[in-house]
């Protein structure tokens, strides 16, 4: 692979071992949500705010692992509420569990008037991604073990790993029907 500014380098190998604690790479972003990304109802677009949370959750890969990461799954996407044209969009996301090359990342999503700060922001949406951390080649490498800090960290990690039993339990038995 060339130096393409658009692709940093990896950091040493060495690093994948050193536990990074949950605050490590925590991401928040915010966008204010504009006509264009509407329908006819005046609210945004699920898929736009699919499309922030995955931003947000890939810069939290990337941070924890030291370099690429590309999506591998949307696990799960709850929306709660509309959006609305106007409204500033928060995400705040974190990883909630990290194994060999992958990891989950969830996802926050909030909303807030945009001329009224008195307002508090209305929880909208979750999600929770998963990430496999990528070479030079696009092959999978190693990702640093996650040290959770909270109470909180716990039981998201614990929950995390319910999901992946689910996705894992899930994929062994459509490919035990497929091979039937």
Same mark, same amino acid.
């Given at each position: 692979m060339t130096d393409d500014a658009t692709v940093p380098g990896m950091t040493e190998r060495s690093e994948a071992t050193t536990a990074r604690p949950t605050s490590y790479s925590r991401v928040s972003l915010g966008i204010m949500a504009h006509s264009s990304e509407a329908n006819l109802l005046g609210n945004v677009h699920g898929g736009e705010i699919m499309k922030l949370a995955d931003s947000t959750a890939g810069a939290v890969a990337h941070r924890h692992s030291g370099g690429p990461a590309v999506t591998a799954a949307m696990d799960e996407m709850t929306f709660l509420a509309p959006?609305?044209?106007? &409204?500033?969009?928060? +995400?705040? $996301? #974190?990883?909630?569990? %990290? @194994? +060999?090359?992958?990891? /989950?990342? @969830?996802?926050?999503?909030? $909303? #807030? =008037?945009?001329?009224? %700060?008195? &307002? /508090?922001?209305?929880?909208? %949406?979750? !999600?929770?991604?998963?990430?496999? $951390?990528? &070479?030079?080649?696009?092959?999978? *490498?190693?990702?640093? =073990?996650?040290? +959770? /800090?909270? /109470? !909180? &960290?716990?039981? *998201? *990690? *614990?929950e995390a790993e319910i999901r992946r039993a689910h996705r894992l339990a899930r994929k062994a038995e459509i490919d035990q029907g497929r091979e039937a």
């Open positions: 959006v609305h044209v106007g &409204d500033i969009i928060k +995400t705040y $996301a #974190q990883v909630n569990w %990290a @194994g +060999t090359s992958s990891m /989950e990342i @969830g996802v926050r999503v909030e $909303a #807030q =008037p945009w001329g009224n %700060a008195s &307002d /508090e922001p209305v929880h909208v %949406a979750s !999600a929770y991604f998963v990430f496999v $951390a990528i &070479d030079e080649e696009g092959h999978p *490498r190693p990702v640093p =073990p996650l040290e +959770t /800090e909270t /109470e !909180a &960290d716990v039981r *998201r *990690r *614990r």
